[in-house]
């Protein structure tokens, strides 16, 4: 049973046991969370993915009625794989005023700090709701949250606000950019290396679709495509992953990268998604299929989720603003669920304890001072809440 009357420290070390990886299931999590509401009597709801692997959680306690504010966060941690930890990364461990483990910085810091204060609002007057959204596989391209938010869109009453709580050091943070993944697999003909213009070499080609894709990336850093309010302040592209060729005596017959593009909230992927298509249709596969007709260039997309910009009159920035006591609102590089809530009407902040300097590392870290400071912000809003 998930235990009553934790503090946020101890909440952090149950939920840091679990080894919620991206590749893994979180269910035997979401059944602790589910535990732990159901001892504040407060009713949640899963939302599964097609496999029944994974879940979101959505709960709400104060009135039935339209508005309030959403408390967001992920599940999912990054793997530790590779990584020289000298202290165990699922076991919390306590050092100098700092909680070691996976996670504690990304994010499961501020999932303790909202759990530990659930006592506190609900002891409180609401007279608007708290929503508590907890989602899946965000780190590998907010794949999990999209459920969540369709569902809420449809509903009568939904929140008005939202307050994602990434770690940005409890730092208001208005704007991030949206992300698109793909992956390009070009098919191309083998032969034996010693006669290799009758093949169709597909790392050739693919190396020609890259070289295209840095070619589109020097024109978004072009000054006139700069938004001086991020950085680096203008989108970038890049390819990350390349696999291809069995031998190299074999003209290879297949090559696969993934791309991606880390875009400006005010830009549109797609167009570099056309501009690369259009060039492998009416330049590359031409040449490919003149050699061999069964040639071919395929695009995927892998993940999507839109960039946040929220302004500065928005009530959700008036609202973390009285929160916080900070008005040196920024940007941050790194993607969120954020852009994914603001895109149905849901105005969203990011604020969170933590650094990400911590986040995706070895010895991930986050301070106890910070947890603290986490937990005196949401008594905050528990109050601003109770009118």
């Known amino acids: 049973m998930a235990c009553q009357g934790m503090n946020s420290r101890e909440i952090l070390g149950k939920l840091i046991a679990f080894d919620t990886t991206s590749r893994n299931s979180n269910l035997e999590l979401m ?22 692997s994974k879940a979101n959680l959505y709960a709400r306690i104060g009135p039935a009625i339209s508005g309030g504010v959403m408390l967001s966060g992920h599940t999912d941690v990054v793997p ?27 994010m499961k810091g501020f999932i303790a700090c909202v759990l530990a204060s659930l006592p506190h609002f609900l002891q409180q007057p609401l007279t608007q709701p708290l929503h508590l959204a907890l989602s899946y ?22 929140p008005a606000l939202c307050i994602v709580g990434e770690p940005t050091e409890l730092k208001p943070v208005i704007g991030h950019k949206g992300k698109l993944a793909m992956r390009c697999t070009v098919h191309g003909a083998p032969c034996h290396s010693a006669y290799a213009p009758s093949g169709v070499n597909a790392i050739e080609y693919a190396a020609r679709l890259i070289n295209r894709l840095g070619e589109f990336g020097e024109q978004l850093a072009q000054p006139d495509h700069h938004d001086n309010r ?34 400006l909230p005010q830009n ?52 973390i603003r009285l929160l916080s006591g ?51 912000l949401l008594v905050k809003l528990a109050d601003w809440m109770s009118g």
């Open 268 to 319: 549109d992927p797609q167009q570099m998604v056309e501009d690369l298509q259009g060039f492998a249709e009416n330049e590359l596969l031409p040449r490919m299929q003149a050699v061999h007709p069964q040639t071919a260039i395929d695009f995927a997309e892998l993940s999507r989720y839109p960039g946040l910009l929220t302004e500065p009159t928005s009530p959700a920035v008036q609202l």
């Open 137 to 158: 596989d965000e780190e590998i391209g907010c794949l999990g949250v999209p459920s969540l938010v369709k569902a809420l869109a449809g509903r009568e009453h939904k």
């Open 326 to 376: 900070r008005d040196d609102f920024a940007t941050v590089p790194f993607g969120t669920e954020g852009g994914l809530f603001d895109s149905v009407g849901i105005a969203t902040v990011v604020c969170g304890p933590g650094s990400m300097e911590q986040g995706h590392k070895a010895d991930e870290f986050v301070a106890l001072s910070e947890l603290n400071a986490c937990d005196a």
């Open 80 to 106: 530790v794989d590779g990584q020289q930890w000298t202290l165990p990364p699922f076991a919390m461990t306590e050092q100098d005023g700092k909680l070691y483990g996976r996670g504690t910085a990304d």
């Open 230 to 263: 991020f950085d680096p302040p203008y989108s970038t592209v890049q390819a990350g992953v390349i696999q291809g060729g069995s031998a190299l005596n074999i003209v290879p017959e297949h090559c696969r990268f993934d791309f991606e593009m880390r875009h």
């Open 31 to 52: 059944a602790w969370l589910q535990d732990y509401l159901n001892g504040l009597a407060i009713k949640s709801e899963l939302f599964f993915n097609d496999e029944r």
